[in-house]
Nanobody, 121 residues
Framework: QVQLVESGGGLVQAGGSLRLSCAAS????????MGWFRQAPGKEREFVAA????????YYADSVKGRFTISRDDAKNTVYLQMNSLKPEATAVYYC??????????????WGQGTQVTVPS
């Protein structure tokens, strides 16, 4: 079992930046990748970015490429999502996840509680 705790959400004006953090504990060695997903009201949870523990390969949704950056700090067992040039459509609850996939929500089996990001229009 992997425990995940997100932090760093908040309200930011369009064009601004936020950095989300996800602290992982427990059997993190049993997972292959960490990911960020988001869910806006009335919409399905969607992939944002992922990073593998080994090698540090990264994957991004097309909608965030060039603006969002996922990274990890192995010493702290923490994954970050740096979000720049935020747009109102980024408003959602952001979830950290651990699992074996790259961009499919069904490939991640441990989830954090979520952190709200709001970008007013």
């Amino acid at each position: 079992q992997v425990q995940l705790v997100e932090s760093g959400g908040g309200l930011v004006q369009a064009g601004g930046s936020l950095r989300l953090s996800c602290a992982a504990s427990g059997r993190t060695f049993s997972t292959d990748a960490m990911g960020w997903f988001r869910q806006a009201p009335g919409k399905e949870r969607e992939f944002v970015a992922a990073i593998t523990w080994s090698g540090g390969s990264t994957y991004y949704a097309d909608s965030v490429k060039g603006r969002f950056t996922i990274s990890r700090d192995d010493a702290k067992n923490t994954v970050y999502l740096q979000m720049n040039s935020l747009k109102p459509e980024a408003t959602a609850v952001y979830y950290c996840a651990a699992g074996y996939g790259r961009d499919d929500v069904h490939d991640f089996d441990s989830w954090g509680q979520g952190t709200q990001v709001t970008v007013p229009s």
